[in-house]
């Protein structure tokens, strides 16, 4: 320790070489970590360096020092993981709350997205399909009851339901000539 309290780095390579092994010991039964307890090591030896100084004989045996401070240390760092395992806990627990949330907003948008396509789709369509369609499927009627209540033929509510939901899908998702050929171009 004289050797160490003068800054001569023999002393702490003599330190070393006594103790290291005891002193990981020491740490690896408390931290259960070799990394942790290597580190750990690291951090003893150069709080030695740094407190040598401050080591008074008369109040204990080198040894003593270096293991109660071996010890101090080891707890602090358990104290720390214990600490950083709550709050990556805590975080985990926001994130997931935070996550649904989210989660929410994102549906949120995607379905205003998609009404406002489908209302610019539905905006194209001439009034007579759009009115069809807007029926069927705003106010969930079915082809019959528009019929009856708009006293359309069945047979054209039909054509107009099909020919207004070709256009938009055709206005949506361009399927044109995939779904109908070319014969969709020359259909009102």
Known sequence: MEMIQTHRHSGLDLLHARYA????????RMLHNDADAEDLLQ?????????????DPLKGRPLSWIVTLTRRRSIDRLRRRAAYCRMEAGFAEEAKCHDNGWTHVHEDLAQ????????RALAYLPEAQRNAIKLAYHEQMTQR??????????????????LGLKKMAVSLYGFKDVLWGNNYAAGT
Do not use: C
């Open 43 to 55: 951090d003893v030896f150069l709080e030695i360096w740094d407190l040598a100084p401050t080591y």
């Open 145 to 162: 009851e528009i019929a009856a209540r708009t006293g359309i033929p069945l047979g054209t509510i039909k054509t107009r339901l099909e």
């Open 21 to 28: 092994t005891l002193l990981k010991t020491l740490s690896m």
């Open 112 to 119: 205003r997205e998609r009404n406002e396509h489908l209302q």
